[in-house]
């Protein structure tokens, strides 16, 4: 499934960079447009790979004509295929250890151990 959003690519004196009027939040840069481009849907595919379990939930990209032009850049669709991610939201079951004094701590504050650790590992994949 072809999942096609519109950004706007914002020109700077060393590259570009992007951010998609549909998705607030996912932005990316380059130092030319094609890297730029490649970046974006990398950015893309780590959206929709994590945004939701459901692929029809996902939001889906304006209409290009729809979009309003700027003055520093440039309007363009970046596309993504999804189909290699559609299954990728599947839950996996991981064991893991931490020490005691952080499972108490973390039981008391009612935390949800499997949320946390997403969290963490998408924070620290998206550095």
Same mark, same amino acid.
């Given at each position: #499934?072809?999942? #096609?959003?519109?950004?706007?690519?914002?020109?700077?004196?060393?590259?570009?960079?992007?951010?998609?009027?549909?998705?607030?939040?996912?932005?990316?840069?380059?130092?030319?447009?094609?890297?730029?481009?490649?970046?974006?849907?990398?950015?893309?595919?780590?959206?929709?790979? &994590?945004?939701?379990?459901?692929?029809?939930?996902?939001?889906?990209?304006?209409?290009? &004509?729809?979009?309003?032009?700027?003055?520093?850049?440039?309007?363009?669709?970046? &596309?993504?295929?999804?189909?290699?991610?559609?299954?990728?939201?599947?839950?996996?079951?991981?064991?893991? &250890?931490?020490?005691?004094?952080?499972?108490?701590?973390?039981?008391? #504050?009612?935390?949800?151990?499997?949320?946390?650790?997403?969290?963490?590992?998408?924070?620290?994949?998206?550095?």
């Amino acid at each position: #499934m072809l999942f #096609m959003y519109p950004a706007y690519f914002h020109k700077e004196s060393d590259g570009y960079w992007l951010e998609f009027p549909d998705l607030p939040g996912v932005y990316s840069q380059g130092d030319d447009f094609a890297e730029t481009y490649k970046n974006a849907q990398e950015a893309l595919e780590l959206y929709l790979s &994590s945004a939701v379990a459901d692929v029809d939930d996902l939001v889906r990209g304006s209409d290009i &004509s729809t979009v309003k032009p700027i003055e520093d850049g440039l309007v363009n669709v970046v &596309s993504v295929d999804f189909d290699p991610y559609k299954d990728a939201n599947r839950s996996v079951k991981k064991t893991l &250890s931490v020490p005691a004094w952080l499972n108490d701590k973390a039981l008391a #504050m009612g935390l949800n151990f499997s949320k946390v650790l997403q969290e963490a590992l998408l924070e620290r994949i998206t550095r």
